[in-house]
C-alpha cells in the first residue's frame, strides 16, 4: 500500500512530543565579595535533544510512529569566569548517596574547566581570553562507581566566551612617514592610517573603531571612519614650514566615553613645487676688465636666489638688453645656478670705457599653474669697465727718409720724427 493511500485512509491524527534530556542542568549563580571589579563573561550552550513522535501512517487502523530527532537548542546562561558562578550538572538517578561520578572531557577539561566529580559543579578554573580561544566543546556524563557503566547519555556543552572590551586599538604602524605636495587645497588626501581591535566586532561596539586628530591641527584632519589623513589648510608652504607631526588616535566603543584607545605618529613632509621666481639681491653689478684680454676671459659670476628646491629652482642666464650685448656673453653654471660673464669681443679702452647690460635669470621648469604669481625671471643691470693697459709710445710714422749734406756740421738738424702715447690721450712724445 502506498503511503499516499495510507494518509487517505488515516482515521485520526494525533501529536506527541516528548524531551528527552540527558542530564537535568541547573545553574547557580554565587554573589562575588567585590562587587566594582570587572567580569569577563561566557556563553554556555547546553545541547538539549528533543524527540518527537507524530504518526505519518495509518494502514487499517495501525498507526505507524516515526521518531524524529531534532538538532540543538541551545539556551544562552552567561558564566563568570573567575570562580564566582558554576554550573551544575545533575541526572534523576543521583540518589545523594555518592554512588555516581561526574567526568568532564573536551576542550580545556581538566585545566580550564573543572568538574566536581561528587557533585557535578562545573566552573572556570582560570581567566579565559576569547582572543585566544572563542569557543570551547566539553561532554559531561555520569558514572556508576560500582559498576562503571553510564547512567545516563554523555552530554555535550558549547562553551562561547563572550567577549568583553580589554583590547585597544592598535595601529599597523608606530610611525608613519608621508608627503603631500606643497600648495595643495583643502581636502588633499596624505595617507591612510589602520588601526584593528582584537575584541569581537559581531559583538556591541567594542572593536569599532573611530578616529580623530590629537596634534597637528588646524593643518591636517582625520577621517572618523577610514583613517585618511587629509590638508586641512590651502596653500600651505614648503619655504615658510616643511616638517608636520600629526598625532592619531583610535578609539572603540565608536568613540563613546570609556572606550580604548591607541594613538600612532604620522610625520608629513610638504614636497617642493615651483611656486617662486628667482631673485637677485642686488639691482646692479659691477665687474672690471683690463682692455685686450682674452676672448672668454671670465669677468666675474652673478646669482639669483630661488627658495624653490631640485629642478624646480633651476636656472637659464641671458642679456636681454645693452650697448655691451655683442661684447660679452653670459653662461649659466649648472652645479652652482650662477650667471658667468665672459668677454666675447676684444675690448679697447680708447674705444669704450664702460658698458651696460641687462641681465635675466630666469626658472628652466616654470608650473603653468602658479604662472598668476607674476613672470618667474629677475633681471638685474651689469656695468663693465674697461681699464687701459700701460702701452708703448707709437710713431707717427713707420718709415722716415732725411738726407744730409756731407758737409753738415756736427750738431746740425737734419730731421724731425714724432711718436705719440696711446694711454696719454694721443699726447706727443
Known sequence: MSW????????YIYILFYFKCSLLYKYVFKNFENKTKMFNLSTVKIKITIAIIVPVMSCRDKLIFAKIIFSVITMHIFIELFFSTSLKLHTDQDKGDGNLKYILTGDGAGSLFVIDENTGDI???????REEKSLYVLRAKAIDRKTGRQVEPESEFIIKIHDINDNEPKFTKDLYTASVPEMSGVGTSVIQVTATDADDANYGNSAKVVYSILQGQPYFSVDPESGIIKTA???????????YQV??????????????SGTTTVNITLTDVNNNPPRFPQSTYQF???????????LGRIKANDPDVG??????????????????????????????????????YENKMLYTLKVDASNTHPD?????????KDTAVVKISVEDMDEPPVFSKIFYLIEVDEDVKEGSIIGQVTAYDPDAMNNLI
Open 4 to 11: 499516499k493511500h495510507c494518509v487517505l485512509r488515516n482515521i
Open 123 to 129: 566552573h572556570a578554573a582560570k581567566k579565559l581570553d
Open 233 to 243: 589648510l590651502p596653500d600651505m608652504s614648503r619655504e615658510n614650514r616643511e616638517q
Open 247 to 260: 598625532v592619531i588616535q583610535a578609539k572603540d566603543m565608536g568613540g563613546q566615553m570609556g572606550g580604548l
Open 288 to 298: 672690471y676688465s683690463p682692455e685686450s684680454v682674452p676672448l672668454g676671459t671670465h
Open 311 to 348: 629642478e624646480n629652482a633651476e636656472m637659464e642666464y641671458s642679456i636681454a638688453e645693452g650697448d655691451g650685448a655683442d661684447m660679452f656673453d653670459v653662461v649659466t653654471d649648472k652645479d652652482t645656478q650662477e650667471g658667468i660673464i665672459t668677454v666675447k669681443q676684444n675690448l679697447d
Open 368 to 376: 603653468p599653474r602658479f604662472l598668476y604669481l607674476g613672470p618667474f
